[in-house]
């Protein structure tokens, strides 16, 4: 079985409220620029090396995001630069943990 883990922001609004991972367009163009796209135009499941991303469908922000590996000898490399960069928080929902790089 496939691991999978919800994506959300790490950083927190002035409220203390838990920020969106951005406007849509603009998640999936800066995903884009690293190497995770749709098959085709308007898709909501995004591939990139080693990882399945699933949107959810016309959210716009976009709060979460499941994330699947599908290969892991490259997955966690991928995940942690993405993650990094664009300021995800890692959650395990079957465990609850939580993984901020």
Do not use: C, Y
């Not at 959810?56 to 922000?61: H, L, N, R, Y």
């Amino acid at each position: 079985m496939a691991q999978q883990f919800v994506i959300l922001s790490n950083q927190e609004s002035s409220d203390g409220q838990m920020m969106p991972l951005g406007g849509r367009d603009d998640f999936l163009k800066e995903l884009s620029h690293l190497n995770t796209h749709p098959a085709r135009p308007g898709e909501d499941v995004l591939f990139g090396p080693g990882i399945r991303l699933e949107l959810p469908p016309e959210e716009d922000p976009i709060k979460q995001v499941l994330l699947t590996i599908v290969e892991e000898e490259i997955a966690w490399l991928v995940i942690m630069r993405l993650a990094r960069k664009l300021h995800w928080k890692i959650m395990d929902p079957v465990s609850g943990r939580e993984l901020t790089p």
